[in-house]
């Protein structure tokens, strides 16, 4: 089994920046790509950013181009997102996930999520 493990939500005024992790634990094969999604209360999962893995391509939701970086170290299968120029609709529980799917950017492609982080942007 994979274990995601992020870390770096919290709390920022609106136009900060947040920077989120996740590392994935253990002797594992690489996914085919990992992403970020989020869910804010009674919504459903939204896809944020996806890297694949080995060409380290990313596709980024419209509602966060210009201001979210997703990257990744290989070596350490872990991903990362810069969150700049945050606004209070980007407030929501932020995941990570691997997915073996080409598919990255629906949630259900996923194989293995993350147990989430708390992002709240304050206005």
């Known amino acids: 089994q994979v274990q995601l493990v992020e870390s770096g939500g919290g709390l920022v005024q609106a136009g900060g920046s947040l920077r989120l992790s996740c590392a994935a634990s253990?002797?594992?094969?690489?996914?085919?790509?990992m992403g970020w999604f989020r869910q804010a209360p009674g919504k459903e999962r939204e896809f944020v950013a996806g890297?694949?893995?080995?060409?380290?391509?990313?596709y980024y939701a419209d509602s966060v181009k210009g201001r979210f970086t997703i990257s990744r170290d290989n070596a350490k299968n872990t991903v990362y997102l810069q969150m700049n120029n945050l606004k209070p609709e980007d407030t929501a529980v932020y995941y990570c996930?691997?997915?073996?799917?080409?598919?990255?950017?629906?949630?259900?492609?996923?194989?293995?999520w993350g147990q989430g982080t708390q992002v709240t942007v304050s206005s």
């Open positions: 996930g691997w997915t073996y799917s080409g598919s990255y950017y629906y949630a259900g492609e996923y194989k293995y």
């Open positions: 253990g002797r594992i094969f690489s996914p085919y790509a």
């Open positions: 890297i694949s893995w080995s060409a380290g391509s990313t």
